[in-house]
Nanobody
Framework: QLQASGGGSVQAGDSLRLSCAAS????????MGWFRQASGKEREFVSAISWSGGRTYYADSVKGRFTISRDNAKNTAYLQMNSLKPEDTAVYYC??????????????????WGQGTLVTVSS
């Protein structure tokens, strides 16, 4: 029900925009989040956005470089990634949490997950 796309192979300093398209239900009232998992590492929180878009959250490692947004009319969330670094290389997953009272940082709180899209940043 969540389809992540937009990954690819880029050079350090380049930009990518990931999309997370929802289908089968309306996610306009859900918190949307992005997580990533690098090879050999645990999945980690990247960013999240409240249902209205009024609140955004970022991991310190991406703050100032990544921007999360959503278009509820299109049932889609986005992650604009600028100034990419080799350490951003990972599979990126989008997720949706139907309980806005949950902390956005814990992946266990998310109810729906996309399949992941690979981002590779070379130096």
């Amino acid at each position: 029900q969540l389809q992540a796309s937009g990954g690819g192979s880029v050079q350090a300093g380049d930009s990518l925009r990931l999309s997370c398209a929802a289908s089968g239900r309306t996610f306009s009232m859900y918190v949307m989040g992005w997580f990533r998992q690098a090879s050999g590492k645990e999945r980690e929180f990247v960013s999240a956005i409240s249902w209205s878009g009024g609140r955004t959250y970022y991991a310190d490692s991406v703050k100032g470089r990544f921007t999360i947004s959503r278009d509820n009319a299109k049932n889609t969330a986005y992650l604009q990634m600028n100034s990419l670094k080799p350490e951003d290389t990972a599979v990126y997953y989008c997720a949706a949490d139907r309980d806005y009272s949950n902390t956005v940082y814990r992946e266990v709180n998310y109810d729906y997950w996309g399949q992941g899209t690979l981002v590779t940043v070379s130096s």
